[in-house]
């Protein structure tokens, strides 16, 4: 096991030195002092496993392929964005758009996340523990999103491929466009207790619901078009009073 | 006066507001409710490279000899911060258009021109095509808001970057790709559904704004070990501010893609209406690079509208390092600008998914009139450059041009045809008459 003082270094020295330290064959390094660095462990290629003691700032560990990466405090906007695989574990909550594009492996977030996790995911797991914001895995592609607690509005807006699963008792009011709600299947519910048994989350897979696409064809896709309201309008014909 | 003496009263034709053109789009939104998209650019006259003339070199200069002397050529781009800059033995890059936008026969006949005559292609949205990569000379790989068919593998394999941000022919809306181009083959490298109508993601999801992207440039470096240039790709609209800030984020060059720049689909509204001329959008770059004193270290290429050398020479002349070329590139594989390419019926076998159409493209017979055509345009700048006394490409400067119009003095602060006449912003230029 080594240590390392983040506080001594540049986030790419820092990260130059795990890399080295994990070609050399070590498997256990500690990060302290990480003060919300940004970009800490990006690009990490390898076997090892990597705790970093407090705080993260954006882009932590970031396409990165192989090890495993532990945070004991709170992590930034775009965590694991780009991820191949490998796993980014957070111990407490994160900013926005966590998991954006990840390609593979698995984030699991004990706390809570803000707006857009997962946004254009296209494979790999995200957990969350806690409750999610707005749009979660937002125009995904793939990869499974699985999300405890509240679910913020519009979920899974637009995704084109992927899962989100929820247990909230009110998210068919939360959907956003081009999604429906559905009933997991007995493969999704055996994947979810295996995670769950992975990393000590205590759920009930039978408890989950499934967000899907609607992107089964073509032109069954809506999009945006302006609500013209002629009835609703007709208040303010002569001289009604308009107010925005 | 009787019947037969009365003259004949002309009917009135409209040819102004009401013409024929604009009675059919008001005729399809009647009926249709929505609005158009088409392929290629847009059909509107703006003001283009036509309107600027090169000086010759006579007793000021000495002109180079056509047919005996030399001409240098060769471009590196990138050399900013990125410890290998990319060298490419013309300032013709081949733009981004898209594997799904065109067919993997037009993708790799693209990327074989590239390698007969040392460019650079640009993979454009949806991944990079196995096909393409084997074949490209240099290989630019476009970092875009949908990310789709993008992993770590494709940093390891550029030669150079474009964070994309906007395309000259739908700025500040994303990539379209109809259904009918969605098959099989383009599914599975952008994990979408078959056959569905895509409007791909319209901002990145991995930085909101510039503060943020400063950071992620930092990732990036880091990633490609500062090695391999980073660019971003904008389309023209507030040119200055939008330049300063690309600067400030600390790339090591722009795409700037002028309003007149071909798409494979994009609203008729959006190409007609948005962004602004190649040309005085060009010019706006120049002078803001010059501003902020990185002219010489922030490589400039301009696209949008690009045909021949006369293009290539004036767009250097102004200050531009390359152009990068898309519908002319088609044009020379056979592609007759039908303007449908958003269909995906196309019978030259360059904008379709068509098994059936496209085998009608023979990819080495279509990759060596690429490389011909620009082969040749190359040489029609040199031709012009020689002319105005350089042996350099790269050399020819803007005291070269001259503009034709009023509108394109005021545009771009080069003096008029036959006078020292400079109008409006200056660019560098002396006035007898500053208006
Ligand atoms: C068929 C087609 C597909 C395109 N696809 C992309 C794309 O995927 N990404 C991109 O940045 N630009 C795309 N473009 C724009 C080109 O990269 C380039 O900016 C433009 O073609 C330049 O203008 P020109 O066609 O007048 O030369 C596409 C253009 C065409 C004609």
Redesign the interface.
Known sequence: MENLDAACYK??EL?EIIKAKMRDGLQDIVIRNSHSM??MC??LTGQGNITIEDST???TA??M?GPRVVVEGNVG??AG??M?SGELIIKKNTG??VG??I?GGTIVIYGSTGS?VG??M?GGSIIVCGNAGRWAA??S??GNLIILGELGQQAGESM??GAVFTRDTNAVNKLGGNVFLDEATPEERVMLKELFDQYEISADPSEFKVIR?A?????K?V?F?PVLKPKAAKKFARGGEFRE | MNEETKVKEPTDSVKSLWHKDTLAEIDYKARAGKHRIRGCATPRRMPNFDDLMILPGQLTRMTIDTYREDCETRTVLGKRFAKKPLVIETPVMIGGMSYGALSKEAKTALAKATSLVGTVISNGEGGILPEELENSYRQSIQVLASRMGFTKRNLEVADMLEFVYGIGAKPGLSGHLMGSKISAEVAELRKLPIGIDLHSHPRSGDSFGADDMIIKMEQMRELTNWEVPIFVKMAAGRVREDIKIAVKLGIDGIILDGCQAGTGAAPVMAADHLGIPTMPALVQAVRTLEEMGVKDEVSLIISGGIRDGADLAKALAIGADAVAIGTSALIAMGCRVCMRCHTGNCSFGIGTQNPEQRKNLDIDEAAERVANYIQAMTAEAVLLAKAAGKSKLKNMEREDLRALTLETAAMTGIPLVGSDLVIGEGFGFTANNKI
């Open positions: 986030s790419s990260n940004h970009n990006v690009g700032g954006l882009y970031s396409f392929e906007w775009y964005d780009d191949m926005c758009n954006a594009y390609n857009r946004y254009g296209k937002q125009m592609m793939g084109y491929k696409p992107t089964s064809g073509r032109h896709y999009l078009k």
